[in-house]
C-alpha cells in the first residue's frame, strides 16, 4: 500500500495551524490511516488503495481539517470553463485511446511539495494506472507551451524531443530502447505503429504517454501554472485520475481551468469532471450498522466532518453531496463508514457481547491451512487477488470462449472488475506479468472461492473453493506440472485418475484433466481439477516471455 512521508513543518504550514505533534499522531489512524512510523521531523503513513485522494499531503490536510472542524463539507473550487482544447488523433483509438486534461493556475511549489507532486503522481500510476498499464499522468510547465493542445500518434523514427533526465534529444524508438523509463515500459507500446504523443500548438513535445515527459516542461519551485495530462485504456479511471489531482493540487488561491477533449470516435468532454454524485443514508440503518441511536442531523454533522455535503429530507433519510474524488463511495455502507468516523471510533460507546461463547478453530480455515501446508512444502508461495475480474482478463486473454453462468457487476468502477472469477488462473498469470522484472523461477499458488449463477439457490449464486498453482521458468514443461499435481493429491491422501483435456488456455496434448479416489473411508471431501502447460498465444496476451504451467483444483 502506498506510504506518503510528509514533515511535521510542511503539513501545519497547509493546515494553517500547529497541533501537538503527539496528537497528531493519534490522530491519523481516526481518518483511516496506518501510521508506519514518525520521529521529531516527518511522518510515514499507509493508506488503502481505494483512498488515492490521500496520497498527497494536501489530501490529508484537506481531511484534518474536517475532523478537526476548521473546515467542513465539501471543498470549494474556483474552476472556469475556458475555450482551451485538446484535440485526439483517431490513430490512437486502438492505442490509448482516452486523455483527459485541465490547467491549474496561480500556485506556489517549494522543494517540498515538487517533491510531493512526484510522488503523489507515482503512487497514482501505481495504484489507479497499474504501473502505467491503464493510466498514465503528465504534469507540467504550462508556461514553457502554449494552446491549442493536441493528443497524437508519432512517428517511432522521426519524432524527437528531450525527455527528462537526459540531455540528448532523442527519437520515439531511441527512447524506448535507450531512456531508462523507456526499457521499463517499452512492452506497453510494443507492436503499435505509432505511438502516443502530448503536443501544444507550436508542435513541441511536451509528453510521449505513458512513457516520459519532456525536459522542456520540467516542474521547478519558479512554476506557477500547471498543465495536466492523463492518458489511458480505460476511460472511467482516466477521469478518476484527473478530479483527483485537480481537488489535491488547487490551492485555495489557485484557479482550475476547464480542457476539452476533442474525440473523432467520442462524444467531446470537459476536465475536470466536479459534478457530484449523490446517495441517500437512513438513520435506522446507520444506527443499526454502527450500534448507537443517532437522528438524522447528528448524521449531517457527521458527514460535513469528514467532507460531505448532507441535508435531512426526513427523520430516516439524509441526502449526501460526494465529492467526484471520493471513488470509494459506491454505496450506503459506505457513508455509513464515515458516519462513524466522523462521529469518531474512540467515542462510540464500549460494548460486551450479549452471549459469551468459547473459540473453537474454523473448519474452513482449518482445511484452508493444510492446502497451504501442502504448496507450500511443494516450493509455492502465496498470492492473494480480487475475486472480481473482468470478460477480457478471464476470457479473452485465456483464449476461453464466453460463457453464460456467469455473475456480472451492476455498477462497475473500472473496466476490469466487471464480474465476479469463476477461475484463479486469470490471476496467477496476471500476477506473474507484474511481476516479470522478479528472478526465475516464479512458483505461486491461491486458495480462493469462485462464484458460479444458479437459478435453483435461493440468492442465484454458488460459491466453490478452489486452488490453482503456477510455475514459471525457461524448463517448465508438462512433466513437471503433472509431478507436482501427483504430490499435491498423494499428500492429501487420494490416488490419480487422468484424461485427456482441451482447454484452449493450454498448449493441445500437454493438458490434463483429473479425479481422485480417496486412500481411506475418513476423507470427508473430494476434488477434481485440470493441469498443463499454458499456450503459447495466452503467454502472449499477458506479456510473458517465458514458458508457464499450471493446475487448478476444485473442491467438492
Known sequence: MPVINFTYDELFSQLGQEIPKDELINILPMISSDVESYDDEQVKVEFFPNRPDYYSVEGIVRALKGYLGIEKGIPEYNIIDNNETITVDSKLEDIRPYVASCIIRDISINDDQLRNIMEFQEHLHWVIGRDRKKVAIGIHDLDKVNGPFYYKAGNPSSDKFIPLDTDEEMTLDEILEKHTKGEKYNKLLEGYDYYPLIVDGEDNIM???????????????????????????????????????????????????????????????????????????????ASEYIGIELTAQKIVDTLEKTRFDAEVIDENTVRVTVPRYRID????????????????????????????????????????????????????????????????????????????DKIMVAQPITQDRTMIRKSLINSLLEFLEDNKHEELPQKIFEIGDVAYLDEDSEVQMRTVKKLAAAQISSVANFTTIKSIVESFVSNMGFKMNLSDGDDPAFIKGRCANFTVEP??????????????????????????????????????
Open 519 to 556: 486412500l481411506s473411508d475418513n476423507l470427508p471431501f473430494t476434488f477434481k481439477g485440470y493441469f498443463g502447460e499454458i499456450s503459447p498465444q495466452v503467454l502472449t496476451n499477458f506479456e510473458l516471455e517465458y514458458p508457464v504451467i499450471a493446475l487448478e483444483v476444485e473442491f467438492m
Open 329 to 404: 463511495i459506491l454505496h450506503e455502507v459506505d457513508l455509513i463508514e464515515n458516519i462513524a468516523l466522523g462521529y469518531g471510533f474512540n467515542d462510540l460507546p464500549a460494548q460486551l457481547p450479549d452471549i459469551s461463547t468459547v473459540a473453537n478453530p474454523d473448519p474452513k480455515r482449518q482445511f484452508d491451512q493444510i492446502l497451504e501446508q501442502v504448496m507450500i512444502g511443494l516450493g509455492f508461495t502465496e498470492i492473494m487477488s480480487l475475486m472480481l475480474t473482468s470478460e477480457e482478463q478471464h476470457y479473452t486473454k485465456l483464449e476461453r470462449p464466453l460463457e453464460d
Open 207 to 285: 509528453s510521449m504517454p505513458p512513457i516520459i515527459n519532456s525536459d522542456l516542461t520540467r516542474l521547478t519551485t519558479d512554476t506557477k501554472n500547471l498543465f495536466i495530462d492523463v492518458t489511458g485504456t480505460d476511460l472511467i479511471a482516466v477521469t478518476n485520475t484527473v478530479n483527483i489531482i485537480a481537488s489535491n493540487l488547487a490551492g485555495k488561491d489557485s484557479t482550475i481551468e476547464k480542457i476539452t477533449v476533442k474525440y473523432p470516435y467520442e462524444e467531446d468532454k470537459s476536465y475536470p469532471d466536479f459534478e457530484p454524485k449523490v446517495l441517500d443514508v437512513h438513520t435506522s440503518t
